[in-house]
Every structure is written in C-alpha cells, then in structure tokens.
C-alpha cells in the first residue's frame, strides 16, 4: 500500500490521517496515511526515510512550509510565486512541490464569509493579515489573484512583512508595522491570524480598534490553537468567528487530488469533524 504523511512539530493534534483516511473510504480507495513529527533540523533526513519506505505524497506544516519548497526538485506556479509548499508527490527520486493552502482558504472563506447581511465580493473586500509565513503567504497569493480590493499585512518581523508585500507586486498590498496596528485603523471586512502564536505560550497582542461589529475574523489554525485568537476577536465586537478547520478541509481535497486524481467531497467530512472538534470542547 502506498505511504502518505503530514509532517510538522508539533503534529500529534494533527487532524489530517482521519480527513485522508476519510476521503478515502468515500471513494474507496486504501492509503496509508500518517503523522509523522519533524522539526526544521531533522525535517530533510526524516523525509528521505519516508520516501525510502515507500513514501508517495506527503502534506508539510508548521514550521516547514518553506524548508518543503527547498527540498523539491520540482515547484508548481502557485507554489514557486508564493515560495511555500504544503503538499509533496513523489516523482521518480525526487520530490515535486505545491502549495494548496490558498485555493483552500478561498474556497472556506467563501463559505463561511457569506451571509444575510454580507455578499462574499474579493474586489470589495478589505482584509488585514497577520503573519508572514508559509501558510500567510499562500493565502496572500490567493488573495490577491482573488482581485481582492485591499491586503494590509502585518508581522512581527519587519524584514518578513517587507518581504511578502514586495513579492506580491500589487497595487491593493500595504505593509504594515505591527507596533503600529493601534493607528492602522478598523474598517476590516476580514482579519485573518496566520501567525503561530495559537500553538505556543507567547499570545497575541492586538488592539481591539481592528474589529468592527461586521468584521469578520478568521484563524487558519482550528481546535485550541485559534481560540486566543477568536476569543480576542469576540471581546473586540466581532459577530462572526471562524478556525481554520474548513482550509484544512479543503486544502487536504486539493492534495487528495493530486495523488488520487479524483476529488472528495469535502462537506460531510468538514460536519463530523466539526462534530469531533465541539465534543472534546
């Protein structure tokens, strides 16, 4: 049976062997689908084991969107543009790289975004990011093909925010500073936190001035990991929350995808993780 993993630290949480193994049974396909823990040093030997197992595609998470571009022979576009890569096929001895995180924001965003009193509309919307990674510049890249109306990105590493703006190459981008974000304004439509403060002790500190009551506020992590986030977002006035659930969703399609050639259906699977997710809260 062909080997498939995610890789990243920490990755026990990791929801992604029951979405595959669930994409599978749906369309009756058998896959060995795994979570294998890998920090930035010992990532690029821990990979070479795998595919010497057998290893045929893998998923990459934090931290190692970026060190997952290096390591491939091969980049997609959309993966080469936004220098991040979440999802590996192995092609003969080598490995060939893309990045789903962008068409699976976009795709949960929509979904989530629209409502009695909001019309989802890119060329209208004005959305403030937070973070500058691998994940953040995925979503950057999306957003902007998107025709979305502005991107203000905003990290806690001046040279990173620098960095993403000037890649991006679009009218529609402003950096910002993040000391700075108290005079930045609100107005937002959407917030998005894609940095990786949800996973460790450091927290966010971001003024409530960001949030209108129409704002909407997105984590692109889920479970434990968004919640300081949200919590924020829902003490700063915002009605409507979202994790990140759905991308992981709909980015684990788009990789399904690619193995497999055929694409799941991803609603079913989205309720009853929600329905696993609300369980243990």
Same mark, same amino acid.
């Given at each position: 049976?062909?080997?498939?993993?995610?890789?990243?630290?920490?990755?026990?949480?990791?929801?992604?062997?029951? $979405?595959?193994?669930?994409?599978?049974?749906?369309?009756? $396909? &058998?896959?060995?689908?795994?979570a $294998?823990?890998?920090?930035?040093?010992?990532?690029?030997?821990?990979?070479?084991a795998f &595919?010497?197992?057998?290893?045929?595609?893998?998923?990459?998470?934090?931290?190692l969107?970026?060190?997952?571009?290096?390591?491939?022979?091969?980049?997609?576009?959309?993966?080469?543009?936004?220098?991040?890569?979440?999802?590996?096929?192995?092609?003969?001895?080598? !490995?060939?790289? %893309?990045?789903t995180?962008?068409?699976?924001?976009?795709? *949960?965003?929509?979904?989530r975004? &629209?409502?009695?009193?909001?019309?989802?509309d890119?060329?209208?919307m004005?959305?403030?990011l937070?973070?500058a990674?691998g994940?953040?510049r995925?979503?950057?890249?999306?957003?902007v093909?998107?025709?979305?109306?502005?991107l203000?990105?905003?990290?806690?590493?001046?040279?990173?925010?620098?960095?993403?703006?000037?890649?991006?190459? &679009? %009218?529609?981008? #402003? @950096?910002?500073? !993040?000391?700075?974000? *108290?005079?930045?304004?609100?107005? !937002?439509? #959407? #917030?998005?936190?894609?940095?990786?403060?949800?996973? =460790?002790?450091?927290?966010?500190?971001?003024?409530?001035?960001?949030?209108?009551?129409?704002?909407f506020?997105? %984590?692109?992590?889920? =479970?434990h990991?968004?919640?300081?986030?949200?919590? !924020?977002?829902?003490?700063? =006035?915002?009605?409507?929350t979202?994790?990140?659930?759905?991308m992981?969703?709909?980015?684990? @399609?788009?990789?399904?995808?690619?193995?497999?050639?055929?694409?799941?259906?991803?609603?079913p699977?989205?309720?009853?993780?929600?329905?696993?997710? *609300? @369980?243990?809260?």
């Open positions: 049976m062909n080997r498939y993993a995610v890789f990243g630290q920490p990755i026990a949480h990791s929801l992604s062997p029951r $979405i595959h193994a669930a994409f599978g049974a749906q369309l009756g $396909i &058998a896959l060995d689908y795994r $294998i823990e890998a920090g930035r040093d010992a990532f690029a030997t821990t990979l070479a &595919a010497r197992d057998g290893g045929r595609g893998a998923n990459v998470t934090l931290p969107k970026e060190d997952a571009a290096a390591l491939c022979n091969a980049l997609s576009a959309r993966a080469r543009r936004c220098g991040s890569v979440n999802t590996l096929t192995r092609d003969g001895d080598s !490995w060939r790289g %893309d990045s995180d962008g068409v699976g924001f976009l795709r *949960d965003l929509e979904h975004y &629209a409502g009695p009193t909001r019309t989802y890119p060329a209208r004005r959305v403030l937070l973070g990674g994940a953040a995925a979503v950057a890249f999306a957003l093909d998107a025709g979305i109306g502005e203000a990105i905003a990290n806690r590493g001046r040279e990173r925010t620098s960095a993403l703006a000037g890649a991006l190459q &679009a %009218d529609c981008v #402003v @950096a910002h500073e !993040w000391s700075a974000l *108290d005079v930045a304004g609100g107005g !937002w439509d #959407v #917030v998005v936190n894609a940095t990786s403060a949800g996973h =460790g002790d450091s927290g966010l500190q971001l003024p409530s001035t960001l949030v209108a009551a129409r704002t506020c997105y %984590d692109l992590s889920y =479970g990991a968004a919640q300081p986030f949200l919590a !924020w977002a829902r003490a700063s =006035g915002a009605v409507t979202s994790d990140g659930l759905g992981l969703v709909e980015q684990a @399609a788009e990789s399904f995808e690619r193995w497999h050639g055929v694409h799941p259906d991803t609603a699977v989205h309720a009853h993780l929600r329905a696993v997710l *609300d @369980a243990r809260d």
